[in-house]
């Protein structure tokens, strides 16, 4: 059967009737050409794509994460697990995981896109071999080509000068010490599950989340493209400076402008060279996987060399002079022998040293005065092992930039300050040495520890090798650099070490003059690995951003993700090529350098960080094969790791660490929509344990208090909210920063609505991501919705984190729901938050609340105190003020005086409770009296109680019922109507200021008011209300009065805050109570009902 035939599953029983076989059959012979059902699908496209076929969770492509998704193609007609035969759709046989399993591959990139293009061309598709690399070719000698390169051949040498043994081996030993605690660390990521293609990216990303993965994955692209830069600029320096020199198109008289003309000739040959490579590797990348071994030989060969070079210099030191004035070094221009005078026949003459350094040849010629004060000396450059060289080159020997390489022991005579050496031949360095920059130029040397892991899909055994390989190619390579360190210093006069370009030397480079048989062994080799390993840094970088935008945790980089048929990353090539071109015009190897140091050491600080978060969380999962590391290992490498960064550049290293925080937050900002097990999330499980066991230890400090809101939202029939501007109103609140909590509930069964469930709480995170509503959704199911709102009122939160405010709409059709469901369920939650000791939250025309969207340019936000229940009424408006909704809104306070409180009194002392609490708002008293109850109030009070007696005595149906409802209602607006008529006429039952006078003319008319006349004469307008209950009287009494002055006051503010009066303790008002609130907020824009929870919630102490 070929790749793309379905695969199938069957169970082997003794019988099997004719009509089963036939449909098996046509099954096996036509899955090429049939249409292919829902879930069944190709294994290798399976195996390639799993999330596709999954539950719609993203998740790896491995058969045990995704063994949930079997194809309903399996044929399963056994007997023997008839118990589980119902759960066979979700969850497949042990038999079918394990040939899942066996059957497994990790595919490299681009499979998918080949195995099409072969679908068109070719009717037989091509058997995919199986990987078989081993330790050694597959991870061993791939870092050993990485780790080996252009450092080793052009700067050790200058490195060992300028640092000294000592120095060097210092750099050397932290550097490997920090790619060897990576390796543990990787190894243990490595070992712990299969590592599909992806590589050090792959781990990071998998281990520490995609926004972590994002920044340092795309942090490893730009090392590892800045590496290709780093390289090249080797190549074009080996070519011009070592090999044809004469090829230089950019060339100056001037010396001062020698390095300037350089730098043009790096930056000219490295854009063509970056180009030559670019479409080498976009022709044919498998011609520069063929000719790794050349380049890998390459390295061994330059590495054997040099051994032999060292050995060879014990007997027989290579003639290689340095010539010296004093202790001066003396780059070879001009002059052929290093002598001042020297003997032609029998003639003593001046030499053409003597003709730089002077006027003319003539003995009397006037010269430079340290060339007359001074002899000429001439020293070998290679003395060998066998000498005592070693002890001069122990010790650092840091320079300044344009400084003359001087041999220290050698006696010399300084001349006057006036001395000019503009054209003389001498050697300068040309740039400062110090420790840290050293370590910054070196750490490129030791970057390839990733080749082994970035092979992964390749090898035969991951798990095995990449541990394996990678620590031996790391003892190997820690092996040569700390003895070439040590030979180096052993065989190689400082002064020699110290030129880094070679000019006293004839222009050779140093290294390879050391070397056996000859110096073009080391610069051949030198020029092709570097070559290479230019060719290969194109290679792999491109892949890794085409993983990267694969991935999709990036947007803007989505488009990199694609390329030709057979999945060649065309554009990531061409972004990988651009980046490589600026590292090629800063033209200077050196420069480079500490720029790709940067981004691999925050490379390997996140792998070091990974494997110490999931060894201390102890994640369940995190069962590694290698088991050689620990957490304080990791820690130990990260640090390093860190440390290393600021040693090597500190703005360089502020610099990176920027733009991963950049690109961290762009991730977070977009919402990186993946769930990959990390570590980072694990953390944050263990954290937020931590935290909720901490805040069990006691009770919420008042200073602590803030808003911990649950909102209780209704949805239609099809799960959506019906009033979205709850959630905006939760937005505008949340200045507190509390926990959100958005609840629904649900009529009927779990197990019959489970998919409604799913569907609801889908719509409801939609609607807070739209909204910007930060927090969680839980929806329940009930059997009435009653018990669910009391369930999330008891059970929302955990631990510490549980709400203490309710935040709910007004139901607006009480009058017109279904029985006495709707207002008794509203009022039964108004009783569990009080027994709850909880806050509630009312919005009354919730619908005209602002949108976040809107601005007011103006306006208030009044505040009715009534009662002090906590402070809840105070803070609210603080916190709306925060939002740029209501930021320019001013807050007033109201409070309500009795006729025997002194009003002005009470303004000054809320105005000094204000201004101790830090709140801005004006403030006023109005003064509410004990006058007559008005003939509208027992109106009022006979309809709500004829309403609630018809309600009990008659079973009307539904239709019947809203229409007396309606009745009812309209007759409630034109007595109401009537009422506002006579509020129009002026009248002085409302006062600001109290004097004595007016309190006993009030209490006097009251007393008239109450004699038994006038009570006899307000009855008789209608008898009914004698027998009204006076309890009903006086709360109606006292809502339509609050309402009267509120509605005066504050029609046109923004927003009305007041104090939301409890229930009843007596249940059979509960209807009237509602009928109350209706009648304290009407004629109200926007009101919001506050009840505390019993808490104070601000204070005035700091």
Known sequence: MSQSQRFLVTTVRSQIDGHAIDEMQNKDSNCTSAAPEESSVPILEYLREPN????????????????????????????????????????????????RLANYTNLTQGVKEHEEAENNDEPKKKEIKAPRMGTFIGVYLPCLQNILGVILFLRLTWIVGAAGIFGSFWIVFMCCACTSLTAISMSAIATNGVVPAGGSYYMISRSLGPEFGGAVGLCFYLGTTFAGAMYILGTIEILLTYIVPSAAIFKSEDPNKESQAMLNNMRLYGTCTITLMATVVFVGVKYVNKLALVFLACVILSIFSIYAGVIKSGFSPPDFPLCLLGNRTLAWKGFDKCAKIIIQGNQTVTSQLWKVFCQDSSFNATCDEYFELNNVTQI???????????????????????????????????????????????????????????????????????????????????????????????????????????????????????????????????????????????????????????????????????????????????????????????????????????????????????????????????????????????????????????????????????????????????????????????????????????????????????????????????????????????????????????????????????????????????????????????????????????????????????????????????????????????????????????????????????????????TKNVDNFPTNQERFAGGTIDVWWIVHDGGLLMLLPFLLSQHKVWRKCKMRIFTVAQIDDNSIQMKKDLQLFLYQLRLDAEVEVVELLDNDISAFTYERTLVMEQRSQMLKQMQLSRNEREREAQLIHDKNAAAHSSATDRLAVPSERVHMTWTKEKIVAEKNKNKESLSSEGVRDIFNMKPEWGNLNQSNVRRMHTAVKLNEVVVNRSQDARLVLLNMPGPPKNRQGDENYMEFLEVLTEGLNRVLMVRGGGSEVITIYS
């Open 380 to 842: 070998q450059g290679i003395p060998g092992i066998a000498s005592k060289v070693i002890f001069d080159n122990i010790w650092s020997h840091y320079g300044t930039q344009g400084e003359m390489l001087e041999k220290h022991g050698l006696p010399s005579i300084p001349a006057s300050e006036t001395e000019t050496n503009v054209g003389l031949p001498y050697v300068f360095s040309d740039i400062a040495t110090y420790f840290t920059m050293l370590v910054g130029i070196y750490f490129p040397s030791v970057t390839g520890i990733m080749a082994g892991s970035n092979r992964s899909g390749d090898l035969k055994d991951a798990q095995k090798s990449i541990p394996t390989g990678t620590l031996l190619a790391i003892i190997t390579t820690s092996f040569i650099y700390l003895s070439c360190i040590i030979l180096f210093g052993a065989c190689i006069e400082g002064v020699l070490l110290r030129d880094k370009f070679g000019e006293s030397v004839n222009g050779n480079l140093v290294i390879g003059i050391l070397a056996w048989p000859s110096p073009w062994v080391i610069v051949i080799g030198s020029f092709f690995s570097t070559c290479g390993a230019g060719l290969q840094s194109l290679t792999g970088a491109p892949r890794l951003m085409q993983a990267i935008a694969r991935d999709g945790i990036v947007p803007f980089l989505r488009v990199f993700g694609h390329g030709k048929a057979n999945g060649e990353p065309t554009w990531a090539l061409l972004l990988t090529a651009g980046i490589c071109e600026i590292g090629i015009l800063i033209a200077s190897l050196d420069s480079v350098a500490p720029i790709l140091s940067m981004f691999f050491l925050m490379c390997y600080m996140f792998v070091n960080l990974a494997c110490a978060l999931q060894t201390l969380l102890r994640t369940p999962n995190w069962r590694p094969r290698f088991k050689y590391y620990h957490w304080t290992l990791s820690f130990l490498g990260m640090s390093l790791c860190l440390s290393l960064m600021f040693i090597c550049s500190w703005y360089y290293a502020l610099f990176a660490m920027l733009i991963a925080g950049c690109i961290y937050k762009y991730i977070e900002y977009r919402g990186a929509e993946k769930e990959w097990g990390d570590g980072i999330r694990g953390l944050s499980l263990n954290a937020a344990r931590y935290a909720l066991l901490r805040l069990e230890d006691g009770p919420t400090h008042t200073k602590n208090w803030r808003p911990q809101l649950l909102i209780l939202l209704n949805l239609d029939p099809e799960q959506n909210v019906k009033h979205p501007r709850l959630l905006s109103l939760t937005t505008q609140l949340k200045a507190g920063k509390g926990l959100t909590i958005v609840g629904s509930v649900l009529e009927g069964i779990f197990l019959e609505r489970h998919s409604d469930v799913q569907n609801a709480e889908q719509n409801i995170k939609a609607l807070m991501g739209t909204e910007k509503t930060k927090g969680f959704c839980h929806v329940v199911v009930s059997s009435n919705r009653r018990d669910g709102v009391s369930h999330l009122i008891q059970s929302s939160g955990l631990g510490g984190m549980k709400h203490n405010t309710v935040l709910v709409a007004w139901p607006e059709l009480w009058r017109q729901s279904d029985g006495p469901a709707g207002w008794k369920g509203f009022v039964d939650m108004v009783r569990e938050t009080t027994a709850a000791h909880q806050a509630l939250l009312v």
């Open 52 to 99: 596709r076929y999954g539950d719609g969770v993203p998740k790896e492509s491995s058969p045990f994460i995704n063994s949930t998704d079997i194809d309903k193609g399996i044929l399963y007609e056994g007997k023997n697990l008839a118990l589980f035969e119902e759960e066979m759709d979700r969850n497949p046989m042990v038999s079918s995981l394990l040939n």
